[in-house]
């Protein structure tokens, strides 16, 4: 019974450090945007083809073609893993400035918002714990074994970028 309660503790332990260092990491990457231009130009048209990519089509049509070897579908998925990491990479990075945005926009801000600050620090923690389980998803599909959904990334994604639009108007002279 201790035996279990010590593993348990660990790996409650493992758990949350992972989620610091994600936060952390989430947090380091986000230089603020210069200009209220940046708020403006974000857009979710960029990860419309991240949530295609992977799709099982292209390789179901490739394996119905003659001349297809395994090698060729294989070649493919590393291909299209790449593409996919490098579109993780700038949605993590554009996801963090946002909040870092936010942050800023809510410390010079005259009015208290803990509604805002609670759902920020939950919207960082759910998008750390989705990196997670999509980069998980993306070594096993690398390998065929399974797919990789990144559109609650992306959601979350969009809905902290329509929280910085509404408090952009209100606030437009600091992120300036």
């Known amino acids: 019974m201790n035996l279990l ?11 949350i450090s ?7 990491k989430v947090a380091s990457n986000a230089a603020l945007p210069v200009t209220a231009e940046w708020i403006e130009d974000l857009s979710l048209d960029k990860y419309r083809p991240m949530l295609r990519i992977l799709d099982e089509g292209d390789i179901e049509f490739l394996q119905s073609q003659p001349g297809f070897t395994p090698g060729m579908a294989a070649k493919l998925r590393t291909q299209r893993t790449q593409i996919f990491r490098g579109y ?3 949605l993590e990075t554009d996801f963090a400035r946002t909040c870092s945005a936010i942050k800023l ?3 010079q801000s005259s009015h208290d918002r803990p509604e805002l600050a ?14 997670v389980s999509v980069r ?7 390998w065929g074994i399974c797919r990789v959904d990144a559109s609650e990334l992306v959601r979350l994604f969009d809905s902290m970028r329509v929280e910085l639009r509404s408090l952009v108007p209100a606030a437009s002279n ?3």
């Open 18 to 24: 992972v989620l610091v260092f994600l936060m952390r």
């Open 105 to 107: 926009v809510m410390t």
């Open 136 to 142: 998980a998803r993306l070594l096993l599909y690398q």
């Open 88 to 90: 993780l990479k700038s």
């Open 118 to 131: 609670e759902a920020l620090l939950r919207q960082q923690i759910t998008f750390a714990c989705g990196m």
């Open 174 to 176: 600091m992120v300036a």
């Open 5 to 15: 309660i010590g593993f348990c503790v660990l790996l409650t332990l493992a758990v």
